[in-house]
């Protein structure tokens, strides 16, 4: 058994939610805005064609993830491939929590509105989290670079 293996099995696990939501969760929610038209399903509405937006950047870097396990597998810690796929990981992660930024506006009328604040503080921590993420990507890299 490979030293990367239950990674490489929690990678392709991560796929899991961006599927479910991809196919089952949004469009149900996106039905039911457009139902009840209105000024706070418009806010609605724009979080989920955002989070549309925001499943490619993260298929992607679970994917350049896994590769770069496979490089792992393989004793290639070093190469320009892998400095390659931590760079684009670390853009995934910016633009994926630039997306969020940018949607806590609406979540805060659509928070505001249903009473929930609570969603307000679970999209800005999945903003932060995203962001150290790439941070931490970025790391990695200028740590290869340096070696």
């Known amino acids: ?49 955002s989070i549309y937006i925001i499943l490619i950047p993260y298929v992607y870097s679970l994917y350049l993830t896994f590769r770069l396990l496979m490089l792992i597998d393989e004793n290639k810690y070093y190469s320009d491939q892998s400095k390659t796929y931590l760079s684009h990981i670390g853009t995934s992660g910016y633009v994926i929590g630039t997306i969020l930024l940018f949607d806590l506006p609406f979540i805060f009328g659509y928070g505001d509105y249903s009473d929930a604040p609570g969603i307000i503080i679970i999209f800005g921590f999945l903003a932060l989290f995203s962001y150290a993420i790439a941070i931490f990507a970025n790391l990695l890299k200028d740590l290869q670079t340096k070696i």
Do not use: H, R
């Open 1 to 49: 058994m490979k030293k990367t293996t239950y990674l490489k099995i929690m990678t392709c696990l991560g796929l899991i939610p961006a599927i479910l939501a991809a196919f089952f969760i949004l469009p149900v929610s996106m039905m039911d805005a457009w139902i009840e038209i209105g000024n706070i399903k418009t806010y609605l509405l724009i979080v989920i064609f």
